[in-house]
């Protein structure tokens, strides 16, 4: 091998190398991303909305229209397939067996930790051992913030944020019952 032959290689590998960075420059220039003030991105959650006031005004959400009106157009269809998300976890069935929470099955007008045989949080034993009731109001401000309504719960889904898909879950879960609780 001649010096020219080594000229041409190193040519080549030189050019190669320079062709390659100038794209990597070129393609800088053409998709510019600028730098964000504040790294990573802001995640929603409940501690959050009730810090900037979500939380507020979820309460007034629920404030402006009780239970008692979101109710008298729920309806127990619409809450069944709402109650999909829950059922991973909840048996709705007569007689059924508890899963990762409990069977829901007479669970409106019943006492907190209604189901035997479940092992529930202290907070829920705590509020069964107060006499707490899952009435109408009390299941919507849990379907709500379940975190926030029984401190310590096992159950670990956020909530159903919209004030009526928990009206008509709370209608499902009413007709899950020999003697469904009369409505408000």
Not at 75 to 92: E, I, L, Q, R
Not at 158 to 175: D, F, M, Q, T
Request: charged residues 20%.
């Amino acid at each position: 091998m001649d010096s020219f032959e080594l000229n041409k290689i190193a040519g080549a590998v030189l050019g190669t190398c320079l062709f390659t960075l100038g794209l990597g420059v070129l393609s800088d220039v053409i998709f510019d991303s600028p730098v964000p003030a504040k790294a990573g991105f802001e995640v929603a959650t409940a501690e959050a909305g009730a810090a900037a006031g979500g939380g507020q005004a979820e309460s007034a959400a629920v404030a402006a229209t009780p239970i008692a009106e979101r109710l008298k157009t729920a309806t127990a269809d619409d809450g069944k397939k709402v109650f999909g998300k829950c059922s991973s976890c909840h048996n709705p069935e007569k007689g059924g067996k508890n899963g990762t929470g409990p069977n829901l099955w007479g669970v409106v007008g019943g006492p907190l930790g209604h189901a035997d045989g479940f092992a529930y949080s202290a907070g829920m034993k705590e509020g069964a051992a107060a006499g707490q009731k899952w009435d109408f109001a009390h299941l919507d401000e849990f379907l709500a913030n379940p975190a926030g309504v029984v401190k310590g719960t096992k159950m670990s889904f956020k909530g159903l944020p919209k004030p009526e898909e928990r009206a008509a879950v709370i209608a499902y879960l009413r007709s899950l019952s020999d003697n469904p609780v009369p409505l408000p």
